[in-house]
């Protein structure tokens, strides 16, 4: 168990849906980093959150958003899905300042499905 | 933006020595990390550089030189278990790692 916990680990929907994934980060992490991992394209950096603030935004789609929450758990929010958000959604967890040696932490990740 | 680029695919064989490369562009540099990943499964970290280099951590060792932007992560006495991917990742100023797409190592007998 890394600490990161992401729910639920598999999620199967219908085009056009909307679904939320959760990511509570480690015991005393305050950044939140939301990847998306698809086969041909790697881990894609979506978004991170740092205590409550957006601090840098990747190749999300203006379909996706994401918020992350006082107690620091975060959520990412995809809506309209296409086929081709089909993809592990990995969440990962880090202190967020130079004290990051040891980069981020990842959570088990949610595979998300859609038919 | 970034760039990073590393081998697709490399094969070696049970005990061994492998050289994984990584070369980056980047607009910003804070730090160059190796992570691990078996397939379905969460990266794990394996090496982190932010000084030019070499940072030793048992089996597995980490290079980098950053005036030449490039990276490589070594394996050596490769057992099985090793195989999965290797993914070369850099930080920005903004403490977000982008990653390359990895490079998914066999190890045979």
């Known amino acids: 168990d890394s600490g990161v916990t992401q729910t639920p680990k598999h999620l199967i929907t219908a085009t056009g849906q909307r679904v939320t994934l959760r990511c509570s980060p480690r015991s005393g992490d305050l950044s939140v980093y939301w990847y998306q991992q698809s086969l041909d394209q790697g881990l894609q950096f979506l978004i991170q959150y740092y205590n409550g603030e957006e601090r840098a935004k990747g190749n999300i789609l203006e379909r996706f958003s994401a918020q992350q929450f006082p107690d620091l758990h975060s959520e990412l929010n995809l809506s309209s899905l296409e086929l081709g958000d089909s993809a592990l959604y990995f969440c990962a967890s880090s202190v967020g300042d130079e004290s990051d040696l040891y980069g981020y932490t990842f959570g088990s990740g949610t595979r998300l499905t859609v038919v | 933006g970034q760039n990073i680029d590393q081998p697709t695919e490399m094969t070696a064989t049970e005990g061994a020595i492998v050289q994984i490369n990584c070369t980056y562009q980047t607009s910003g540099f804070n730090g160059l990390f190796w992570y691990q990943q078996h397939a379905g499964e969460a990266p794990t970290f394996l090496s982190y550089?932010?000084?030019?280099g070499l940072e030793e951590k048992g089996r597995f060792s980490s290079f980098l030189s950053r005036s030449k932007g490039y990276s490589y992560l070594l394996l050596k006495e490769l057992q099985m278990k090793d195989s999965a991917s290797y993914l070369c990742?850099?930080?920005?100023?903004?403490?977000?790692?982008?990653f390359g797409k990895g490079t998914s190592l066999l190890v045979t007998p």
């Open positions: 990742a850099v930080r920005n100023s903004g403490y977000a790692l982008n």
């Open positions: 550089n932010v000084l030019d």
